[in-house]
């Protein structure tokens, strides 16, 4: 099943009828522009529906398509980002691919309430943050400093939406329409050249260049190189994401391309498995599940090498090559083609398998999560190996070799997320980085690190490419965004000298549970606390410090009355404390001037530490 690009292209006709210089702004213009770069496009019958209302998950997609990661989104989610977003729902991927860039948030409850209407404080904010904006940009409450700075830079022409209406679907092809002439956060780039279209001879906007041509592909790289895959040479090349240059280009690349502008936009995706099922059926296969993740088979390509007549057997492990979407778009046998995964490892369980000779067999299995953010399941049956283990899986004529990797980094210096760098060492665009604690591991962005200075004993992992370049990198609990937060209610420890017994009560992410043990304890107490978990219990708890005396609060930090300011996690809860009672409550309601609020971190922020819980208290 192919999937389209959000960058569907408009037809001749629009063509045709688009103005060389079209800083005017009108309605066609727009809605041509917009309608290109996907954001917002018509029904089945072409109505726009501009006077409908936008959703979050609406919103979700336009912020995608906007973005240089528009050709990387696959539509069909593999994961519930929130609760009330399970992984069948259509916006799915787009609604993590947004909350994980930091874009948008959700909600305190751990909701993402996909189908509210987005507001005009909440888009413009988002927009603003595609330009490169932080929290740290804005001063006063929120959405004060966020909807003047949108103003200040043109992003509110032509939209009369208060901060807290509705945007409707035509106010939103403004905004988008608006963004492609604004420049970038500390950049003289404005954002239409961030997404690879140019400028005009009097500086504006490029339009033509946008709507012109089409997106071929997908190709792939051969042994003798792009140029026999392309038959041109590109002018521009972008490579998982980022801008590139074709010397970057290798074998066994996924190609797009459009010769008419020498654009390309390469992929080097790639993921080695068990071939474990094909749906509906290995003759017409639309798609195979490889190491426990099903993929989308698109292509004469992929389907005719994982179909009946292509060799590559149920039970066999195999190489899939990976498209614009995460799409299958070729497969080879792993003998040919290996991907080495790394990970930590989350789980263990045994799962159904079908040998290559059709034979039905049960293995013990890991679960790991890789630095991509995916998890993997594959058969493993060495002792040893537990959560929490740093694992490299390879593939070789043998089958699948599980081996455990020692913790020990090769990378230290201080971050820059603007140079790309760690020390002295760059960071590969599109690099993968993991931050992994005692049981798993959660996916992080350079930015998230930015400012921090790493040691040797701060990396787990790092690999390199042939330039020198990370491109995968595992921290060794650096951050502490693996782990849960709450308030731990009550603890019970008691020992005798023969025996020890625990019993406690806590709140985490706003539920409350409890757990006892007859042979352990936790050394807890009551009060904010972090959560180790290993599933859904919790194996050791670790109490958070409180921030002296809050004297400020943004939606983005704290400070204490000595004017040290402490960032705020993205998934911060608070807590309204009421008559001995805990209740979440939006984060949004929180102020000084009604509530009495004390904050709770883990470490300070120039160690990767964040204020994880906020408790608040009705000021009499």
Not at 18 to 39: C, F, N, R, Y
Not at 386 to 393: E, N, T, W
Not at 437 to 451: A, F
Not at 467 to 489: F, H, K, M, R, W
Request: charge should be negative; hydrophobic fraction near 35%; proline fraction near 2%.
């Amino acid at each position: 099943m192919k999937k389209l690009l959000c960058a569907v292209l408009c037809t001749a006709t629009l063509l045709s009828a688009l103005p060389v210089q079209a800083a005017s702004g009108d309605q066609t213009t727009i809605e041509q522009v917009v309608g290109a770069l996907g954001v917002i496009t018509g029904d089945e019958n072409g109505n726009l529906n501009l006077s409908a209302g936008v959703t979050r998950a609406e919103f979700a997609k336009m912020l995608v398509c906007a973005s240089t990661l528009k050709d990387t989104v696959s539509p069909a989610g593999n994961a519930s980002p929130f609760r009330d977003v399970p992984y069948t729902h259509w916006a799915a991927s787009y609604i993590k691919t947004a909350v994980g860039q930091g874009w948008l948030t959700g909600y305190l409850d751990g909701s993402y309430r996909p189908d509210n209407n987005v507001t005009t404080a909440e888009a413009a904010t988002a927009v603003l943050k595609l330009l490169g904006y932080a929290a740290t940009d804005f001063s006063g409450a929120y959405p004060e400093g966020q909807m003047a700075l949108y103003k200040s830079l043109g992003l509110g022409d032509g939209i009369s939406s208060s901060a807290t209406g509705t945007m409707s679907r035509q106010n939103c092809m403004r905004l988008f329409y608006n963004l492609l002439s604004v420049k970038s956060k500390d950049s003289e780039q404005k954002y239409i050249e961030k997404l690879g279209y140019k400028l005009d001879g009097d500086g504006n906007p490029d339009y033509n260049d946008l709507l012109q041509g089409t997106m071929d592909g997908p190709v792939v790289v051969g042994a003798e190189g792009w140029q026999a895959a392309l038959g041109f040479t590109p002018s521009t090349v972008y490579r998982n994401g980022s801008v590139s240059s074709a010397d970057a280009l290798q074998a066994y690349d996924v190609l797009y391309y459009s010769a008419e502008r020498r654009t390309v936009w390469a992929y080097a995706r790639r993921v080695t498995g068990t071939y474990e099922k094909a749906s509906p059926n290995k003759e017409a296969p639309a798609s195979v599940t490889v190491a426990g993740v099903e993929y989308t088979v698109s292509g004469s390509m992929a389907t005719a090498a994982l179909g009946t007549e292509g060799g590559l057997a149920i039970g066999s492990n195999i190489t899939l090559l990976l498209g614009k979407n995460g799409e299958a778009v070729m497969a080879y046998p792993s003998s040919d083609l290996a991907s080495d995964l790394v990970g930590v490892v989350t789980a263990k369980g045994t799962q159904e398998y079908t040998s290559a000779n059709g034979a039905s067999y049960t293995s013990q299995t890991i679960t790991l999560t890789a630095p991509d953010g995916e998890s993997y399941t594959v058969a493993c049956n060495k002792t040893g190996i537990g959560v929490g283990s740093l694992v490299r899986v390879t593939y070789d004529s043998s089958g699948t070799n599980v081996t455990t990797l020692t913790r020990s980094g090769s990378v230290s210096g201080k971050v820059s997320a603007s140079a790309g760098r760690i020390g002295n060492t760059k960071v590969a665009d599109g690099a993968d980085i993991m931050d992994a604690g005692d049981t798993g591991g959660v996916r992080i962005y350079l930015s998230r690190i930015d400012g921090m200075t790493l040691d040797s004993s701060d990396v787990a992992y790092a690999e390199k490419n042939s330039a020198g370049e990370i491109t995968t990198l595992i921290l060794n609990d650096v951050t502490g965004d693996q782990y849960s937060y709450g308030v731990v209610l009550s603890a019970s420890e008691k020992s005798d000298g023969m025996s020890v017994s625990g019993s406690y009560r806590w709140l985490i992410d706003g539920v409350q549970t409890s757990q006892s043990s007859s042979s352990s304890t936790l050394g807890a107490s009551s009060g904010p606390a972090r959560f180790t978990m290993s599933g859904n219990s919790v194996q050791a708890v670790r109490k958070l410090e409180k921030v002296k005396a809050v004297a400020a609060l943004t939606a983005g930090y704290v400070q204490d009355g000595e004017g040290e300011r402490h960032t705020i996690w993205d998934h911060a809860v608070v807590y309204l404390l009421q008559n001995n009672t805990y209740s979440k409550m939006d984060r949004n309601e929180l102020n000084l001037a009604d509530y009495n609020v004390s904050a709770y971190y883990d470490k300070d922020d120039a160690e990767g530490g964040r204020v994880r819980v906020l408790i608040a208290t009705v000021r009499s």
